[in-house]
C-alpha cells in the first residue's frame, strides 16, 4: 500500500494489495464455513474424504462461501475506486488461485509438519498479490 501512493504504479500495486485481501477473506471464510456447514471434506492432493477443517479440505460449501467473500472484496476494491472491471476480475481469480495454493500447502506441507499455519497463511495472499501484480503489470493497462 506504500508503493502504490509512493510510485507510479498505483493502480498495479492496488490491484495486487486487493487480490491480497481478497484471497485473506476468501480462505477465512471457505476455512469456517467449511466447518461450520459442511458434514464432509475432502483432500485437495488425493480427493480422500477427511475431517471438515483438515489441512488442504475441500468442501462445496466451504469453497463456495470462499469464492463469494473473495468477490465481495473484489467487488468492493471495484466499488472503491481501487481498481477497474477488468483489475477486478483479475483480482478475483488471483484470490482463487491464491485460496487453493492455501489448500495445496496445507495439504502438503502442513499436514506433515513441514510448515505452520502461519507460513501458509503468508504465502496464499502473497501469492494472489503477486500473480495480480505480474498478470496486470504484462496486460492491463495502467
Not at 460449501?61 to 473484489?74: K, L, P, R, T, Y
Not at 483479475?90 to 500447502?105: E, I, P, R, W
Request: aromatic content about 8%; hydrophobic content about 55%.
Amino acid at each position: 500500500s506504500v508503493l502504490a501512493i509512493s510510485t507510479p504504479y498505483q493502480w498495479t500495486l492496488l490491484a495486487a494489495l486487493v487480490a491480497a485481501f481478497a484471497e485473506a477473506a476468501g480462505d477465512t471464510i471457505s476455512s469456517e464455513i467449511g466447518q461450520w456447514l459442511s458434514p464432509r471434506a475432502y483432500l485437495i492432493t488425493t480427493f480422500k474424504r477427511v475431517p471438515p477443517g483438515e489441512n488442504g479440505g475441500l468442501s462445496l460449501v466451504g469453497s463456495a462461501a470462499g469464492f463469494s467473500a473473495s468477490a465481495v472484496i473484489a467487488g468492493l476494491g471495484l466499488a472503491l475506486g481501487l481498481c477497474s472491471p477488468g483489475a477486478a476480475a483479475l483480482v478475483f481469480g488471483a484470490a482463487v488461485a491464491g485460496n487453493l495454493l492455501d489448500s495445496v500447502l496445507g495439504a502438503t506441507l502442513e499436514r506433515r509438519g513441514l510448515g505452520t499455519n502461519g507460513i501458509v497463511n503468508f504465502a496464499g495472499p502473497s501469492f494472489a498479490g503477486a500473480l495480480a501484480l505480474m498478470i496486470y503489470a504484462h496486460w492491463l493497462p495502467m
